[in-house]
């Protein structure tokens, strides 16, 4: 029982879990981790003497080290544990958008983004004044680096991008795009939060200047996630949280800030979650990246070829370099509708707009049904995922009878 809640039965059929891209499951080493630190190492980081408090701290800052490995950067300041990618991404926006944008800056983002790195970006340019440009997305669901190196100009302050589309799957070449947005000198911020799972990171052959995730997608625990910045940078940044753990000295009059990463790091942080990020980390490594790119790139030809052939089915975007991830619609069906007869034959996928509504409204449509694909799926699970969208057509009248 690897991952233990993919062993239960929904409405009386075996679960099936395509919901991935939303949040992944768990697997039993993660939930271990988290249940003894919480049994025999409870206590705060950074604060006692005692010995409880002491194992707390090194579990946390092994972490660290462990995440600063992990995704290839050079030292553990320039790893901050937040609660997740919408938190990195706002901390970046709030903080380096307040002082390096405005009035007549411009903020550049793809039209693939979701909400998380589109919103906090439309409250900095509303506050200092500078414009929010959207690189356009074509009727394949990709986004053109001719377009991105068009917009790419003296105005730009930053490109911030998703590198992997949670609503399409498109798989953005970040590399090129750090690179292009570099020889401008404009600062780089990379959304890895579909990343993560899937395929190895590694910033510094990136070059990229700040990158987000969260441990949630990466089947660790909700509300724990990294901001990842360059030395240099993260240094310059202003906290835009205070309180206890992030200062030096405080008196009455003023207080000075403590070295990174702490001083961004404001608070008791997500100490069981850090340990579970910790433990996810390690559950991934364990499989390895080659085999795990090779199971998901195996079950994503699978299940295009099996959505693909039924009829009614007509996928939303269609990228050339695409992850597992796949939308479509049915015409005249409402994604919840198809969404919750699927459920009721035990099979979970995400149905809406998936945090993207702009790129919705690129299609004209309101949403979507999302199959999000890991490799604890199994090719018979996507069989049964094709006999259940027939079944559930059949039922809403969209298949004949026979
Ligand atoms: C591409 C992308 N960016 C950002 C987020 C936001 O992540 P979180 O809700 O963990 O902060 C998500 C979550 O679905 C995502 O898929």
């Not at 190196?149 to 930053?158: D, E, G, P, V, Y």
């Not at 909700?222 to 000295?249: A, C, N, R």
């Amino acid at each position: 029982m690897e991952f233990p809640a993919l062993h239960q039965k929904v409405n009386d059929a075996p679960l099936v879990y395509f919901d991935h891209a939303a949040t992944a499951q768990k697997p039993r080493k993660v939930i271990d981790a988290m249940t003894r630190y919480y049994e025999f190492d409870n206590a705060n980081v950074h604060r006692g003497v005692h010995h409880l408090s002491q194992r707390a701290t090194r579990a946390y800052e092994e972490a660290r080290m462990k995440t600063v490995r992990f995704i290839g950067a050079e030292d553990p300041s320039e790893v901050i544990f937040t609660s997740g990618t919408t938190a990195s991404i706002n901390l970046v926006a709030q903080s380096w958008g307040s002082a390096h944008l405005q009035a007549g800056d411009e903020v550049l983002v793809t039209g693939l983004e979701h909400h998380a790195n589109l919103v906090p970006w439309q409250m900095i340019c509303t506050r200092t004044g500078a414009h929010l440009k959207i690189v356009p997305v074509n009727d394949l669901g990709e986004v053109s680096t001719e377009s991105v190196a068009q917009m790419l100009h003296s105005k730009t302050r930053i490109f911030a991008f998703s590198w992997i589309s949670n609503a399409l799957g498109t798989i953005n070449p970040a590399h090129e795009w750090v690179r292009l947005a570099h020889e401008k000198g404009i600062t780089t911020l990379i959304d890895a939060a579909q990343v993560v799972a899937h395929q190895p990171i590694d910033v510094h052959n990136l070059g990229v200047d700040f990158l987000c995730f969260s441990a949630h997608k990466m089947m660790g625990p909700t509300g724990v996630g990294v901001l990842y910045g360059k030395k240099s940078i993260l240094e310059t940044l202003e906290p835009v949280v205070g309180g206890g753990d992030m200062i030096d000295e405080v008196t009455y009059e003023k207080s000075t800030w403590a070295d990174l990463p702490y001083r961004l790091e404001a608070g008791t942080p997500n100490i069981a979650g850090v340990i579970g990020l910790s433990a996810a980390i390690d559950f991934l490594e364990s499989i390895g990246w080659s085999n795990i790119e090779r199971r998901e790139s195996e079950l994503l030809q699978y299940a295009l070829l099996k959505l693909g052939s039924i009829p009614q089915i007509r996928f939303i975007g269609q990228p050339n370099n695409r992850a597992g991830v796949i939308s479509f619609v049915v015409d005249g069906v409402h994604p919840y509708d198809l969404g919750t007869l699927l459920d009721e034959q035990g099979i979970a996928l995400r149905t809406g707009h998936h945090c993207a509504q702009p790129l919705m409204h690129h299609f004209g449509i309101s949403g979507t049904c999302r199959v999000s694909l890991a490799l604890y799926n199994t090719l018979e699970e996507i069989d049964q995922l094709e006999k259940a969208l027939i079944r559930a057509l059949r039922l809403m009248g969209k298949v004949q009878a026979q």
